[in-house]
């Protein structure tokens, strides 16, 4: 079982906003980091810290976080955001790792 | 740019040792916590564990028991063994470089921005 909880599957129409959310205990310490990948690929990192994104990330993605819960959010979703993303921390003792189960999302 | 280089064996018989290696290239090894992460066919990611340019490591508790990371600063590799394997060990294993820090108001951020591109290890007898 993950300490991080994600929901299974979110659908978003072409162009409108969506939210990945990620509830867990540890992000009542940690920022959570979110993860974009597509099939065959390996993850690439989309938002880490506060709100940070690396460079070559859409300024469509934007994260942001309340008390047990980071949320990714979409503004203006496009074909080829359709993709399953995670969300990552460390455990509460900061000891290790966690992912979340992921977030399938599609783009209508 | 920082780029990570994996390999190791595809192929493997139940009980035998699973071995990766990862090459880091175009960076500073120290500072970093750096990883290991599995995908089994069809599932989430699930971290396995990581270690510091030092040697301390950290593994995800389901797997301590079979788990050995390992760092060779002298050539910017670091090196995952994972023993007595089974079908269940199939996936796809990524290594990746982990940072740590304090982002202030009491909060840190943990995140890791360089993957490798992946190994398919399969197990079967």
């Known amino acids: 079982s993950s300490e991080l909880t994600q929901d299974p599957a979110v659908s978003v129409a072409l162009g409108q906003t969506v939210r990945i959310t990620c509830q867990g205990d540890?992000?009542?310490?940690?920022?959570a980091s979110w993860y974009q990948q597509k099939p065959g690929q390996a993850p690439v990192l989309v938002i880490y810290g506060k709100n940070n994104r690396p460079s070559g990330i859409p300024d469509r993605f934007s994260g942001s976080s309340s008390g047990n819960t980071a949320s990714l959010t979409i503004t203006g979703a496009q074909a080829e955001d359709e993709a399953d993303y995670y969300c990552?921390?460390?455990?509460?003792?900061?000891?290790?790792?966690?992912f979340g189960g992921g977030t399938k999302l599609t783009v209508l | 740019q920082v780029q990570l280089q994996q390999w190791g064996a595809g192929l493997l018989k139940p009980s035998e040792t699973l071995s990766l290696t990862c090459a880091v290239y175009g960076g500073s090894f120290s500072g970093y916590y750096w990883s290991w992460i599995r995908q089994p066919p069809g599932k989430g990611l699930e971290w396995i564990g990581e270690i510091n340019h030092s040697g301390s490591t950290n593994y995800n508790p389901s797997l301590k028991s079979r788990v050995t990371i390992s760092v060779d600063t002298s050539k910017n590799q670091f090196s995952l063994k994972l023993s007595s394997v089974t079908a269940a060990d199939t996936a796809v294993y990524y290594c990746?470089?982990?940072?740590?820090?304090?982002?202030?108001?009491?909060?840190?951020?943990?995140?890791?921005?360089?993957w490798g591109k992946g190994t398919t290890v399969t197990v079967s007898s």
């Open positions: 540890s992000l009542r310490s940690y920022y």
């Open positions: 990746a470089r982990g940072l740590i820090a304090v982002a202030g108001n009491g909060y840190y951020y943990y995140y890791m921005d360089v």
């Open positions: 990552n921390s460390r455990d509460s003792s900061g000891n290790r790792g966690v």
